[in-house]
């Protein structure tokens, strides 16, 4: 495949066949969890960090108090608020030991990943899946021909879209009222 028609579509087909798998009850169930928060923080490596920013943004966007651990103005966790770790395997380094830091702070700690048996089951309260594998066992598993780990981390940006989609219909949010939480100084 070298077309680029050709390339879009897969990636695209990749995508819809993720997200059309994923159990509704587990993002009802992280929806409250955010609704219930006072303050919500995301933490994740490399691109999979770039997608929970923006996931971070489009929320605060909604009025939710976002915060992106290690930013400069983070503040203190504490057990009314919520994390939101974004890792694939559940196994990387740095969002476990958050992971584990948020329980000892009794906070609530929500996964989105593709492995529900990973190590950071062990501090999840929840637990989104990307049904994302290299190779699926069940029909609803997605096998990828994208670079790396590019499925997960593009489907995780378009489940935070679709995720603040479902609070502006569920609250009944006017978008125009939204433009107070954008950012004016641009």
Avoid: C
């Avoid at 048996?117 to 096998?143: C, G, H, K, W």
């Amino acid at each position: 495949m070298v077309n680029y028609k050709e390339a879009a579509g897969v990636i695209t087909n990749e995508i819809t066949s993720t997200l059309n798998n994923v159990d509704s009850q587990e993002i009802e169930q992280l929806i409250e969890q955010i609704n219930q928060a006072e303050k919500v923080f995301f933490v994740g490596v490399g691109r999979v960090l770039l997608s929970l920013k923006s996931i971070a943004k489009r929320l605060a966007h909604l009025g939710v108090q976002t915060y992106v651990v290690g930013q400069i103005t983070e503040p203190a966790m504490t057990e009314k608020d919520l994390l939101i770790v974004g890792s694939g395997s559940g196994e990387t380094a740095f969002p476990l030991i958050i992971a584990k830091k948020a329980k000892e702070l009794n906070a609530t700690v929500a996964h989105i990943g593709t492995n529900p048996n990973s190590s950071m089951s062990q501090y999840a309260d929840a637990f989104v899946r990307l049904p994302i594998s290299s190779n699926p066992e069940t029909d609803e598993e997605v096998q990828s021909y994208q670079p790396m780990k590019s499925l997960f981390e593009q489907s995780l940006l378009l489940l935070g879209d679709t995720i603040a989609l479902m609070i502006v219909k569920k609250e009944n949010i006017e978008l125009h009222s939204l433009w107070e939480y954008h950012a004016n100084l641009e």
